[in-house]
T-cell receptor
Framework: KQEVTQIPAALSVPEGENLVLNCSFT??????LQWFRQDPGKGLTSLLL?????REQTSGRLNASLDKSSGRSTLYIAASQPGDSATYLC???????????FGPGTSLSVIP | GAVVSQHPSWVICKSGTSVKIECRSL??????MFWYRQFPKQSLMLMAT?????????EQGVEKDKFLINHASLTLSTLTVTSAHPEDSSFYIC????????????FGQGTRLTVV
């Protein structure tokens, strides 16, 4: 059974800092890995998707890496801004049509 | 990308009543949809997998008689919370995949249910 964990559970940083969020999964047989952002009381915003054959993906100030063999992914946020404050979730499906299993999330607070 | 529309975005109901939440795939056909529930400050937990034309598959611990799922067409799945109680108050969100086409999972906007 796939289990997804995220470290840290919460993070508070001053504006401008670079930061790394970690995601681990127990079953390396994944189809891809997605990173989402969730603002309080809101739905999910897809940030990045890394296919199982890829090592990393970049979008603006965000960079996500994937090490499938070790069951790890990191989300790197450069030059953090207060608007980045949200909960970040990683999620993995086993196949192209399978359910997505979510991690517990990292709650990020960027202090102006 | 594909669009999944969920309705309503929020609902308040009295204890003992039933509430129906709709999940539609707007520009693709979804033979399978997924229903998740999220309690405050917790992550999303899969409740059930909705299969078009057949019975839904429920995760362990989810009462199938309380959370009725109907997937009558390739573009619509509904979740009905029957005899709602305050402990059913939660954020419910649906998802669909487009196998063989788009790799990512697409999510509805979510429904905030409050039972009073």
């Amino acid at each position: 059974k796939q289990e997804v964990t995220q470290i840290p559970a919460a993070l508070s940083v001053p504006e401008g800092e670079n930061l790394v969020l970690n995601c681990s999964f127990t079953d390396s047989a994944i189809y891809n890995l997605q990173w989402f952002r969730q603002d309080p009381g809101k739905g999910l915003t897809s940030l990045l998707l890394i296919q199982s054959s890829q090592r990393e993906q970049t979008s603006g100030r965000l960079n996500a890496s994937l090490d499938k063999s070790s069951g790890r992914s990191t989300l790197y946020i450069a030059a953090s801004q207060p608007g980045d404050s949200a909960t970040y979730l990683c999620a993995v499906p086993k196949t192209s049509y399978d359910k997505v299993i979510f991690g517990p999330g990292t709650s990020l607070s960027v202090i102006p | 990308g594909a669009v999944v529309s969920q309705h309503p975005s929020w609902v308040i109901c009295k204890s003992g009543t039933s509430v129906k939440i709709e999940c539609r795939s707007l520009d693709f056909q979804a033979t399978t949809m997924f229903w998740y529930r999220q309690f405050p400050k917790q992550s999303l937990m899969l409740m059930a997998t909705s299969n078009e034309g057949s019975k839904a598959t429920y995760e362990q611990g989810v009462e199938k008689d309380k959370f009725l799922i109907n997937h009558a067409s390739l573009t619509l799945s509904t979740l009905t919370v029957t005899s709602a109680h305050p402990e059913d108050s939660s954020f419910y969100i649906c998802s669909a995949r487009v196998p063989g086409s788009l790799p990512e999972a697409f999510f509805g906007q979510g429904t905030r249910l409050t039972v009073v």
